[in-house]
Nanobody
Framework: VQLQASGGGLVQTGVSLRLSCAAS????????LSWFRQAPGRDREFVAA????????YYAASVKGRFTISRDNAKKMLYLDMSTLKPEDTAVYYC????????????????????WGQGTQVTVSS
């Protein structure tokens, strides 16, 4: 599967932003999908995940309650709705897919993902 993230930008503290990730190739409904982010000088970190079945979602503690991950299987799209943005949310955001029908419990580990989008920059000014 090929992934392309979009929707990033420069925003002020407290506003909302939606990131999108378009998928092509493969069977979209077979992929568990996630968002990761990477700030300058830091490791890539897990943000949110949604299982291929859509039945389960998971969030990093730092974004729980502020971010919502969702998928539209008909459009082959993954979304990340971010609200109450903070300067510490500034990073390049990546969408990623696990191998088909994977239910790897290590959903927060980048090593379990086989496909990555190119990233979209989110900058939150204070």
């Amino acid at each position: 599967v090929q992934l392309q993230a979009s929707g990033g930008g420069l925003v002020q503290t407290g506003v909302s932003l939606r990131l999108s990730c378009a998928a092509s190739g493969g069977t979209f409904t077979s992929y568990s999908l996630s968002w990761f982010r990477q700030a300058p000088g830091r490791d890539r970190e897990f943000v949110a995940a949604i299982r291929w079945s859509g039945a389960n979602t998971y969030y990093a503690a730092s974004v729980k309650g502020r971010f919502t991950i969702s998928r539209d299987n008909a459009k082959k799209m993954l979304y990340l709705d971010m609200s109450t943005l903070k300067p510490e949310d500034t990073a390049v955001y990546y969408c990623a897919a696990q191998p088909p029908f994977s239910s790897d419990p290590a959903y927060s580990s980048p090593a379990t993902y086989s496909s990555w989008g190119q990233g979209t920059q989110v900058t939150v000014s204070s």
